[in-house]
C-alpha cells in the first residue's frame, strides 16, 4: 500500500523567506502527484499536479519537482507572504489517490 | 470557488438520526469522491463513482451509504453513525479518474 510523509509537519517563517515542503511516497508507480492548499474548516484548494513523465511544474511563486525514482516531490514557495498560511497536502495517484498528513505553513510578517 | 457544492455546511447528529450530505458538482466532470478527514490522519478515500458507478468501496462500514442518481450529484447516507465518524466530510470531483481534483468545502460532521 502506497504511504506518503510529508515532513515537517509544521513550519514557522519569516515573511519574504524562501521555503521548501517535502513529501516522500514509497511506491513510485505513480501517475500524478497532486499538491493542494487547505486553510482552516475549508475543502482543498489545487495548486499544481506533475505528471508522472514530468520533473516539475510551476505557478506563480510556486514550484513543485518530481523525482519519482527516488520518490519525492518537494513544493518550492518563493518570497513567502502571510496570506501563504495554510496547511499544504501532497496527494500521489496510482490506483486511488493517497494523501500525505501535511505541512502546517505559518508566515509571520 | 471550486465549482463543487456541499451542503449542509455544518452537522450535529445524535447516534439514532439518519441524514444525508449532498455533493454537487458544475463542472461536467465524470468521476466523484467522498472522503474523511480526521485530526492528525491523511485524508481516507471513502468512495469513488465514475459515470455514476461505484469504481471503488475502501471497505466503508455499511452505516455510510453513498448514492449517485447522475453525474453531477453524490449523497452520503448516514445512519446510526458513532462518535469517532466525527469528521470533516470532503467531496471531490475529476474529469476522469486520476486527474486533477477540486474539492467542495467539505461538511463538518458531529456526532454525539
Known amino acids: 500500500k502506497q504511504e506518503v510523509t510529508q515532513i515537517p509537519a509544521a513550519l514557522s517563517v519569516p515573511e519574504g523567506e524562501n521555503l521548501v515542503l517535502n513529501c516522500s511516497f514509497t511506491d513510485s508507480a505513480i501517475y500524478n502527484l497532486q499538491w493542494f492548499r487547505q486553510d482552516p474548516g475549508k475543502g482543498l484548494t489545487s495548486l499544481l499536479l506533475?505528471?508522472?513523465?514530468?520533473r516539475e511544474q510551476t505557478s506563480g511563486r510556486l514550484n513543485a519537482s518530481l523525482d519519482k525514482s527516488s520518490g519525492r516531490s518537494t513544493l518550492y514557495i518563493a518570497a513567502s507572504q502571510p496570506g501563504d498560511s495554510a496547511t499544504y497536502l501532497c496527494?500521489?495517484?496510482?490506483?486511488?489517490?493517497?494523501f500525505g498528513t501535511g505541512t502546517s505553513l505559518t508566515v509571520i510578517p | 470557488e471550486t465549482g463543487v457544492t456541499q451542503t449542509p455546511r455544518h452537522l450535529v447528529m445524535g447516534m439514532t438520526n439518519k441524514k444525508s450530505l449532498k455533493c454537487e458538482q458544475h463542472l461536467g466532470h465524470n468521476a466523484m469522491y467522498w472522503y474523511k478527514q480526521s485530526a492528525k490522519k491523511p485524508l481516507e478515500l471513502m468512495f469513488v463513482y465514475s459515470l455514476e458507478e461505484r469504481v471503488e468501496n475502501n471497505s466503508v462500514p455499511s452505516r455510510f451509504s453513498p448514492e449517485c442518481p447522475n453525474s453531477s450529484h453524490l449523497f452520503l447516507h448516514l445512519h446510526t453513525l458513532q462518535p469517532e465518524d466525527s469528521a470533516l466530510y470532503l467531496c471531490?470531483?475529476?474529469?476522469?479518474?486520476?486527474?486533477?481534483?477540486?474539492f467542495g468545502p467539505g461538511t463538518r460532521l458531529l456526532v454525539l
Open positions: 496527494a500521489v495517484s496510482s490506483n486511488q489517490f493517497y
Open positions: 506533475i505528471q508522472s513523465s514530468q
Open positions: 471531490a470531483s475529476s474529469q476522469d479518474r486520476g486527474e486533477t481534483q477540486y
